[in-house]
């Protein structure tokens, strides 16, 4: 952690030059003592607030970075050859700052020592000083993708505490407190793991944080830096990610009740998805058991328990959420029960009803089975499908199924409570699943289509933010060929184009680049432009390479992640 972020005790932090912080302290513990004894608290408070507009007013200025900090921005900004000042005044200065900072400065962030990485800090300090949390938050995410890709380029661990540290500050000036505390957490782990299990309060930011703001007792906080260093010692593939060894501590540090105003938001790290998703399959079961628990405990106010043993079974994982009164969730219970089955074929019915039986044997309503293939009968209403519906006909019951495509999504973004309530209200009011009319079918492919894309119709998204997401439809594979179909045209995709393509990046992480008029250099954009005339029945553009991109990610030849609002692409090493 900087000095900046174990000095700032509240989100408003630093002071702009005039009134520094000892001065205002100051003033406001005459203002304390000068008080009659037994004065009433909304008295102090009232007071409290006029002596900081008072101080606002002598400063003239709105909260921001200290003088020396301005300082210190101004000798560092060469490293982005513009100014500074200036640009975080502009109404998209912040998107504007992420984007210069990623392009120039996103391969020199792996030590926090760095110019490069104070500098990404300082302008993400200054929005959050300027009790602009959002844009804020959006800077520090993109500061931790950045410190992760060079992880994973490195193989080795760096210390992650700033930006986690300053994400929990972001949560907090928010008003989430669920999250604000689960951040701060992953930020302890990352203090215990750089400081040999140690508690040292002048260098962190952690110590006061939990302790005044989140009240936990000094004797438990360095009990928790001691576990999470014994569980780096035990297993040092996990020290990569502060996310699996937090995941592996008690919940006792969970005291805060969530806030309805963060009940939608759901905020997972794609790398660590990734990383449990390259681990499935392995026989055991337990990497589908980690990753689910993962993504239930990314839920603001879902507790999780892995491996709970009964008299008379084994729980996979158990579930508990607390605060939520408004939303879908309270209709599931406080409890509810996961199982996961990592296996090679669709679960059966056979083990669909003993999953039943479970949650009826723990009065549950609500369940979760997460099957890699998902469930026999799907599409049809057959087998254990059909018993999906008839179990909530018969008892009340929902159990929702996530698959390895549901994986895949979440891996790239999606949010994992919006998945969640979709596939509930999907069997609590027996919906029927989108699906293409055979009329509306034919007449969306063209009669003289090439055989080689002939197959199924699949309608998805193109890749990145939510709200920048756009619906198409395409019939054919990777493997056959594929054809993209517009609101006025159709564009054709080769099997060899898709071949070629894949022998290119197999193996390979790099930028989507889907700008129309100025692609990404290394990006797909550029190289689907560049090579489409020579290896494709016709030229293709940007565009359409969102397109493809979306294609490769949905059929599993790919994964996606997002940086800032930035796609890139984490192709297989096997091509088709």
């Not at 681990?279 to 491996?307: D, F, K, N, V, W």
Request: glycine share 8%; aromatic share 8%; with cysteine.
């Amino acid at each position: 952690m900087s000095e900046d972020a174990a000095k700032a005790a509240e989100p408003a932090g630093e002071t702009p030059s005039g009134v520094t912080r000892a001065a205002s302290q100051s003033v406001l513990s005459e203002a304390e003592t000068s008080l009659p004894s037994g004065s009433l608290a909304n008295e102090l408070a009232g007071l409290r607030g006029e002596v900081r507009r008072l101080t606002l007013t002598l400063q003239g200025s709105s909260p921001g970075l200290s003088q020396e900090s301005w300082n210190e921005l101004h000798t560092l900004q060469d490293e982005l050859h513009v100014n500074v000042a200036v640009l975080l005044n502009q109404p998209d200065g912040a998107a504007q700052a992420e984007r210069r900072l990623r392009e120039t400065l996103s391969h020199r962030v792996s030590d926090p020592a760095t110019r490069a990485a104070r500098l990404w800090e300082l302008v993400g300090v200054y929005y959050l000083h300027s009790r602009r949390p959002y844009p804020a938050l959006s800077l520090f995410f993109g500061l931790y993708d950045c410190m992760l890709e060079a992880q994973a380029q490195s193989g080795s661990r760096c210390h992650k505490g700033m930006p986690l540290c300053w994400i929990s500050d972001c949560y907090w000036q928010m008003e989430f407190p669920a999250l604000a505390k689960r951040f701060l957490m992953l930020t302890l782990c990352e203090d215990a793991l750089s400081n040999s299990g140690e508690v040292r309060t002048e260098e962190s930011g952690v110590y006061f944080r939990m302790a005044w703001r989140h009240g936990m007792p000094d004797s438990r906080l360095r009990e928790y830096f001691r576990r999470c260093y014994s569980r780096y010692l035990e297993t040092k593939s996990t020290s990569l990610f502060p996310e699996e060894i937090v995941q592996g501590l008690d919940h006792g540090w969970m005291t805060e009740l969530p806030a309805p105003s963060e009940a939608g938001i759901y905020s997972a790290n794609l790398h660590y998805l990734h990383h449990l998703l390259s681990q499935l399959g392995s026989g055991t079961g337990t990497a589908l058991e980690i990753l689910a628990e993962y993504l239930l405990s990314c839920m603001p106010g879902c507790r999780t328990a892995r491996h709970v043993q009964t008299p008379s079974t084994d729980l996979d994982v158990v579930c508990c959420v607390d605060g939520f009164e408004v939303d879908f969730r309270s209709e599931l219970g406080r409890y509810f029960v996961c199982e996961c089955k990592d296996w090679k074929q669709p679960a059966d019915f056979t083990a669909f009803a003993k999953f039943s039986r479970v949650l009826d044997s723990v009065k549950a309503r609500f369940g979760i089975l997460f099957s890699r293939e998902g469930l026999s009968g799907a599409g049809k209403t057959q087998d254990a499908e059909r018993d999906q519906l008839k179990v909530f006909q018969d008892r009340g019951m929902v159990i929702v199924v996530v698959d390895n495509s549901d994986l895949k999504q979440l891996a790239s973004g999606a949010n994992f409570t919006s998945m969640l309530r979709d596939k509930y209200e999907r069997v609590r009011l027996d919906l029927m699943p989108a699906r293409t009319s055979r009329t509306s079918r034919q007449n969306a492919i063209p009669s003289a289509l090439p055989d080689e894309a002939g197959g199924d119709m699949s309608t998805i998204a193109t890749l990145g933010p939510s709200s920048k997401r756009k619906r198409f439809t395409y019939v054919g594979s990777v493997k056959g060929g594929a054809e993209i179909q517009f609101e006025k045209s159709q564009a054709h995709v080769s099997s060899a184009f898709f071949r070629a393509l894949l022998d290119h990046f197999g193996g390979k992480t790099i930028p989507g680049g889907f700008s129309f008029e100025n692609p990404t250099p290394g990006g797909l954009g550029e190289w689907v432009c560049q090579h489409s005339p020579e290896l494709n029945s016709h030229p293709l553009t940007p565009r359409h390479a969102s397109h493809i991109a979306a294609i490769l990610v949905h059929e599993g030849y790919a994964q996606s992640s997002l940086r800032g609002a930035a796609v890139w692409l984490h192709f297989a090493k096997e091509g088709v």
